[in-house]
């Protein structure tokens, strides 16, 4: 039994028999996320180009996956406005009006940006923070300041606000992820941070002593 998002976006969609593994298709998904979000080169950020990437890593013949990547880009991200066509490559073969027209390869859109500050795998998201907000409005950057001086300290924190504010758009839990507002997190139950919550309020309090016995202590459980 899958436990499926009630959106198109599959990215958190789980298998509740096999200990909250992704799916399939969450894993097709974060990868194409992924991809757009890291690769530079326009060449890997076609269909095929993706597909290509993905099969390498999977070790599997790339046109084996196609359709699936074809379906995720077309069907779901694409209309979503989570990625967009980028620019078109020249084709050398093939029909002519395909050569003329060329093939399309993609970027991310800044939804799509803020979905893939929720996903783990990626590695340049620092980067992607920055070019988040240079794209937000200015009630966005509300949350601009803060959030980067997190990152320098608890990166790992940081993110997983990221995680549980997308999970939230994809549990139909926020109706819209932008414009961006973390404030939209108070109206979700999450056990989680109500406890990172009181962490942070008590340790604020603690004199120098007790803050150092407090970390000495989670340093022997975590």
């Known amino acids: 039994m899958m436990v499926k998002s009630k959106t198109r976006l599959a990215i958190f969609d789980t298998f509740k028999t096999k200990g909250n593994d992704l799916t399939g298709e969450a894993n097709r998904q974060r990868a194409i996320i992924t991809i757009l979000g890291s690769s530079v080169n326009p060449a890997e950020k076609t269909r095929t180009g993706i597909s290509q990437k993905i099969a390498k890593r999977q070790g599997i013949a790339w046109k084996n996956i196609y359709s699936g990547i074809f379906r995720d880009l077309d069907e779901i991200l694409l209309p979503m ?40 795998d990626i590695k340049n998201r620092e980067n992607l923070l920055e070019e988040f907000f240079s794209k937000s409005e200015r009630n966005e ?17 940081t993110y ?63």
């Open 81 to 120: 406005q989570i990625a967009e066509e980028d620019g078109r490559l020249p084709l050398k073969r093939g029909p002519k009006a395909l050569q003329e027209k060329g093939i399309p390869y993609y970027h991310l859109t800044k939804k799509g940006i803020l979905i893939a500050l929720s996903i783990k």
């Open 160 to 222: 997983s606000i990221f995680q549980k504010y997308v999970k939230a758009f994809c549990d139909n839990k926020i109706d819209e992820l932008l414009p961006f507002d973390l404030s939209k997190l108070k109206d979700v139950s999450d056990e989680s941070l109500v406890i990172q919550k009181e962490i942070l309020s008590a340790f604020v309090k603690l004199s120098d002593e007790e803050k150092e016995k407090a970390t000495m202590f989670l340093d022997k459980i975590t």
């Open 141 to 157: 950057r509300e949350f601009e300041k803060i959030l980067s001086s997190l990152l320098k300290t608890s990166p790992i924190f």
